[in-house]
């Protein structure tokens, strides 16, 4: 059976609880009155981040695929700029090994998030059997030339 407690004894309850707690603090750190608080590990200094925006990513050329297709008929390859949101300009995937170079052009579509060149297909006869390189430039009056690194191929 439940006891009760008498007003008193609740009351000098509540005041011990009260005063017990008004010391403690949690996570270590007093409150900020702004209603922020930064926590920097001793010996070392803040750095002022002020209000700089922070610098795009330069526009880069892109190669995402090179390969013989399934049927064995075709080599295909694909890219896209990053850094650069455009319609209009003239993407060049170079397909350079045996014999001589294999240039085919698309234009850059502007998609989501990129300058997209899609995807090429140059005939298996117009590159002799062996390893070739493609690369992607991609060429435009705000981009000016840009050029990826090459993604190898072999051609059976």
Do not use: H
């Amino acid at each position: 059976m439940p006891t009760r407690m008498s007003g008193g004894a609740a009351v000098a309850a509540g005041i011990l609880v009260v005063f017990g707690l008004a010391g403690c603090t949690f996570g270590g750190d007093t409150p900020d009155p702004t209603g922020s608080s930064t926590s920097i590990a001793p010996g070392v200094e803040p750095t002022d981040k002020g209000d700089a925006t922070p610098e795009p990513d330069p526009a880069d050329a892109v190669m995402s695929f090179a390969g013989v297709d399934v049927d064995g008929t075709q080599v295909s390859a694909a890219g896209y700029v990053q850094g650069l949101l455009e319609n209009g300009g003239v993407c060049t995937f170079t397909f350079t090994g045996l014999g001589e170079p294999v240039s085919v052009a698309s234009e850059g579509i502007a998609d989501s998030s990129t300058t997209s060149c899609g995807t090429v297909s140059v005939p298996i006869a117009q590159l002799p059997s062996g390893t070739w390189s493609v690369t992607l430039s991609y060429t435009s009056a705000a981009a000016g030339t840009l050029t990826s690194s090459a993604l190898t191929v072999e051609v059976p």
